[in-house]
């Protein structure tokens, strides 16, 4: 029998509706938008459409947004003097770094300097240590937006397999330890990883999120799985996704599509954490 398939986008538009309704009422309330503020380095063709479509997505639900452009050369020192800039302005409540950045910025030392109560993406060692306490201030959004996709399963994580493919700090390492925070039983998988098809098949939920097309294939899943694919890979003009979608559709019992699925889930967790920044007072 075909996976059911996940719908990201169906999903999105009901959690923006949630959202758009929650910034009426705090504009009601406080008599002003939520804002957010990207930080765009350089003229990746990929960045500059992600932050295109995180701009839309603001003004669809009313929060004001800007977007800061800076050239691939600019100094690190000038583009922290901005985002301190941002930290002091009140009327932005979230703050977010678009990345990859060019190579001679250190994406540590820029993500760090974004005051923590504006993390909307949750990069910040404050807030990734609150993650892994179990104590989150906010969710990043791919894990977040993974994990609304597995609940709208129904099936229960409490005692199951999950297993992660990818240990990035973006990816892989929050979505396992959110996984973890729902009593799933968690293996995080690698590039090392021995018999990765193996260990695949193990999971009654399994997270792709690697950057490689169509490298799991339908007999590395388990029969009735929930496979969530957040991988987004380029070729010839086409998006594919991590997992071989003809393949595990005869295999999985729920599956997300690329795209449609993750990818939309992301930029709506994005404007929750938004509304969430503005609600809990971000100095
Ligand atoms: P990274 O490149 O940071 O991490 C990739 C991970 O995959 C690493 O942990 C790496 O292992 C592992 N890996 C690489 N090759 C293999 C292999 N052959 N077998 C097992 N593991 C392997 O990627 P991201 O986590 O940032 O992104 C992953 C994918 O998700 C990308 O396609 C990206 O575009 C997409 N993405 C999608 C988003 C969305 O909104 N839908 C948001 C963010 C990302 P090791 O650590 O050992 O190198």
Known sequence: MAAQILDG???????????????????????????????????????QIYVNRKEKACAEVGIYSETLRFPAEVEERELLSHIA??????????????LPLPP????????????????????????????????????PCTPAGILELIRQTGVPLAGREAVVVGRSNIVGKPTALLLLGEHATVTVCHSRTADLPAVCRRADVLVVAVGRREMVKGHWIKPGAVVIDVGINRYEGKLYGDVDFRQAVEVAGYLTPVPG?????????????????????AP
């Open 104 to 139: 001679h910025l250190e994406q540590a030392r820029v993500l760090r300097a974004i005051h923590p109560a504006k993390d909307v993406d949750c990069f910040h060692p404050v807030n990734f240590g609150r993650l892994a306490l179990g104590d989150p201030y906010l969710v």
């Open 9 to 47: 986008k169906a999903l999105a538009a009901r959690v923006r509706a949630e959202v758009a309704q929650g910034v009426a009422e705090f504009r009601r309330r406080k008599g002003l938008a939520p804002g957010l503020a990207v930080v765009l380095v350089g003229d990746d063709p990929a960045s």
């Open 261 to 281: 699925g993750v990818g939309p889930m992301t930029i709506a967790m994005l404007l929750r954490n938004t509304l969430r920044a503005a609600e809990a007072g």
């Open 85 to 98: 800039e941002l930290n002091a302005r009140p009327e932005i409540h979230g703050i977010l770094v678009q």
